[in-house]
């Protein structure tokens, strides 16, 4: 009997280890070459992943995103904008660079890779 309570003990403690571990969002969620933005500060949730540009980002992270990495390979830069169509430019992300808790957050709207910062 007690073998079996222990055995009922084991199994339930790693089936809440394992619902802990999928909750949680790592900047590793972030692929290789891509621009991530998150909806929560420290990487929470799912990332919004592209390699390359985007002129209209979709609507769940559009003017929503909380944190972003640039896990691009080219050693280029992302300029994060205000506004569909690469207009407005509000920040630069460096490569290699990431911000866990933007000091302007929920605003951007479209992103560009560039050679340089231009905002």
Not at 6 to 22: P, R
Not at 36 to 61: E, H, K, L, M, R
Not at 75 to 81: L, P
Request: net charge negative; aromatic share 16%; charged share 10%.
């Amino acid at each position: 009997m007690l073998r079996r309570g222990v055995i009922l003990f084991v199994l339930a403690a790693l089936f809440v280890s394992v619902i802990s571990v999928a909750g949680v969002a790592y900047i590793s969620d972030c692929g290789s070459g891509n621009f991530c933005a998150w909806v929560d500060t420290s990487y929470g949730g799912t990332p919004y992943q592209v390699f390359g540009s985007d002129n209209n980002w979709p609507g769940w992270i559009d003017n929503d995103e909380e944190s972003v990495y640039n896990h691009g390979t080219t050693g280029m830069v992302v300029t994060v904008f205000d506004y569909n169509y690469k207009l407005g430019d509000l920040y630069c992300v460096l490569s290699g660079q990431a911000f866990s808790s933007l000091s302007h957050p929920n605003d951007g709207n479209s992103h560009g890779w560039y050679y340089y910062c231009t905002s």
